[in-house]
């Protein structure tokens, strides 16, 4: 079975179909009241985690072993206190690697990152991200200071990257002890030196799985590929895109070359350019980008939020997007054509493919 | 026994159950035995700004705030201060 978690303001819904992807059911709304910031299924045990947080009760991450019928809460989650920094929200939650039972990530707002060993009940943070020697030069977007990206390297068990905005790309490799800034070639047009050793906005970052050393990165300045692993980035909607700006990212996950973006006018107008719906790919690594609107609305004056885009990993590849709107596209073709399975949903904040019994 | 009484969404959390009959010394004693307090209380374990906490419906702020005296007779009421769309 596929499912597609969908996170919005007000809880999360799951659509549920089988492999070829044409009739959709719709289950939810889980975890009512609780803006569902991202929601994952774990590939390992199938359990579903969900990053949620309250305006009254806080930040947290809930648990469910039964697809969503029942939910337990984190025990224990949250900052020491002579860091001088609370919880803020929760953003995203990444499984570990197979064979790393029970071992989780968490990207979070003040720019913090937690690591579970026990399924989710406990949180602890990750203290190399917590007192980075760079922090002082972070600043929040306009959405916090979150930490956003967390990607594993399927190759090698000790590196992963994390994206933080508005503090960029950093990349560990000795399994989250210390972390390098890895931004050179990224702009942050916004600070008077636009090109910083941190500081830049990265909006979504994605490692590919057939070449992990192969980043793509969705920035506020722009859209950027990496073939050394972060070391260096090339900027790359010279061909093709109407805007650099813009929020989602997704990849085909057999074509390290292919990728997906829903661009915005821009920082001060976040909407899709030319009163439509387009998703933008790219088959040569980023040199040009075409344009598909096969089965997106238009007119329309979208906005996909930077977890709202997702792929899976059948064959062919489907991929999916939620809008602020509340509705949900799904290409079962790769790409190339869409049609619309929800709508009228509350605000969509996440989008997150999985395939699992 | 004091008697509190949780809002739709703390009740879900704990596990469906809304009132609750305790023996505390104080509201913050009651609170914190309470299955969903890191709901209520943040790291630091300061009570989150929008949670409300009345004693027999006054406001704990204008009583001595979560040091506020039980008796064992009183309903305390949670409400979170949702406000907007």
Redesign the interface.
């Known amino acids: 079975m596929v499912r597609i978690l969908i996170g919005t303001r007000k809880g999360l819904f799951v659509l549920v179909s089988d492999d070829e992807r044409r009739e959709w059911t719709i289950e939810g709304p889980h975890l009512?009241?609780?803006e569902t910031f991202h929601a994952t299924l774990d590939p390992r045990d199938g359990a579903i985690y969900a990053a949620t947080n309250?305006?009254?009760?806080?930040a947290?991450v809930h648990r469910s072993g039964d697809l969503g019928a029942t939910w337990t809460?984190a025990?224990?989650?949250?900052?020491p206190?002579d860091s001088g920094l609370?919880?803020e929200k929760t953003w995203h939650v990444e499984a570990g690697r197979e064979g790393e039972d029970g071992r989780l990530w968490l990207g979070a707002a003040p720019g913090v990152l937690f690591r579970s060993d026990d399924s989710g009940a406990t949180w602890q943070v990750v203290e190399s991200v917590l007192r980075h020697e760079t922090r002082d030069q972070w600043n929040p977007g306009a959405g916090g200071m979150c930490c956003h990206s967390i990607q594993l390297d399927p190759t090698a068990p000790e590196r992963m990257y994390i994206g933080i905005s508005a503090a960029g790309v950093f990349r560990s490799e000795d399994g989250g002890g210390s972390w390098t800034p890895a931004n050179q070639g990224t702009a942050a047009d916004f600070m008077p030196d636009p090109w910083p050793a941190v500081g830049q906005c990265v909006h979504k970052l994605l490692l590919h799985p057939a070449r992990p050393d192969r980043l793509w990165q969705q920035n506020h300045c722009g859209v950027y590929r990496s073939d050394d692993r972060g070391e260096s980035w090339e900027r790359l909607e010279g061909n093709g895109l109407p805007s650099g700006f813009g929020f989602p990212l997704a990849l085909d996950p057999r074509d390290p070359d292919s990728a997906f973006v829903v661009p915005e006018y821009g920082a001060e107008n976040r909407v899709t350019p030319d009163g439509r719906l387009g998703v933008y790919r790219t088959s040569d690594g980023g040199a040009s980008w075409d344009l598909t609107t096969e089965g997106l609305p238009e007119p329309a004056w979208a906005a996909v939020m930077r977890e709202g885009f997702s792929f899976d990993r059948l064959d062919p590849f489907g991929v999916y997007l939620g809008t602020q709107s509340g509705s949900v596209f799904a290409s079962a073709d790769g790409g190339q054509s869409w049609s619309e399975t929800a709508s009228q949903l509350p605000t969509i904040l996440s989008v997150e493919a999985a395939v699992w019994p | 026994m004091a008697v509190i009484l949780l809002p739709g969404m703390l009740a879900t959390e704990a596990g469906g159950q809304r009132r609750f009959e305790l023996d505390a010394g104080t509201v913050a004693e009651a609170l914190r035995t309470l299955p969903i307090s890191n709901l209520i209380f943040d790291e630091r374990g300061e009570l989150r700004r929008l949670v409300n906490v009345y004693v027999d419906g006054v406001d704990v702020r204008d009583r001595e705030g979560l040091e506020t005296p039980l008796a064992g007779e009183e309903t305390i009421r949670l409400v979170g201060a949702i406000a907007g769309g």
Request: hydrophobic letters at 35%.
């Open positions: 009512v009241g609780w309250s305006p009254v009760y806080g947290t809460r025990e224990e989650i949250g900052l206190e609370k919880l």
